[in-house]
Every structure is written in C-alpha cells, then in structure tokens.
Nanobody, 123 residues
Framework: QLQLVESGGGSVQAGGSLRLSCEAS????????MGWFRQAPGKEREAVAV???????SYADSVKGRFTISKDNAKNILYLQMDSLKPEDTAMYYC?????????????????WGQGTQVTVSS
C-alpha cells in the first residue's frame, strides 16, 4: 500500500509562490507515475501536473510556464513549485500516484491519493 502525505499549502497574495511537497511511503515510489491534482469549491477535480517514472513531465494548459513538478527518488518526495500564483489557483491540492511507469496529464488515472493541502491565493 502506497501512502502519500502532502505539505506546503497556505495563503499567499497573487503573484507569489508556494512549494508543495508529497512524501511517499510503502512501495517502490520510483516506478510510479506521480501527479498533482486540484479541486476548487463547486468544481470537478482536475489534473495539474504529472511526472512519469523516467522524469518526463506534462502540465495543464492553465499552469504551463508557472508550475514545475519534480521528484527526488532518493527521498521519495514529489514537489510542485508554484510561481506567479493567481486567485483562480485557489483549491485543495492532492498528490496522487498511478501504478504504471508512464502517463501524461491526459492519461493518468490515480490509484492512490493523499489527504490534500489547501492553497489560497488572494487578489
């Protein structure tokens, strides 16, 4: 069983930055596709960024050029660096894992989820 624990959320003004972290434990983390999803109140959960087992990343159009996903396989930690934040980025952000080697923002279907961390961006 893979366990995911997010941290790093908080409140920031528009234009600011936050870095989310997700610590994974339980199984061989390096062989999974990992991703960040978010859900705003009244909206469906959406994929934000995905990184596969080879380190290739893909992003939602709404965050391209502003967010960067990365991972440290030695420490089993997934990151999401969020820059130039906008009020519309306000949401609960979830770390997720898919039990396959390769996936993209369009194909990832998570098998495991973290509990979420809140990001609030004020104008």
């Amino acid at each position: 069983q893979l366990q995911l624990v997010e941290s790093g959320g908080g409140s920031v003004q528009a234009g600011g930055s936050l870095r989310l972290s997700c610590e994974a434990s339980g199984l061989e983390y390096a062989t999974y596709c990992m991703g960040w999803f978010r859900q705003a109140p009244g909206k469906e959960r959406e994929a934000v960024a995905v990184i596969d087992s080879d380190g290739r990343s893909s992003y939602a159009d709404s965050v391209k050029g502003r967010f960067t996903i990365s991972k440290d396989n030695a420490k089993n930690i997934l990151y999401l660096q969020m820059d130039s934040l906008k009020p519309e980025d306000t949401a609960m952000y979830y770390c997720a894992a898919d039990v396959i080697l390769w996936a993209t923002i369009a194909t990832m279907k998570p098998n495991y989820w973290g509990q979420g961390t809140q990001v609030t961006v004020s104008s």
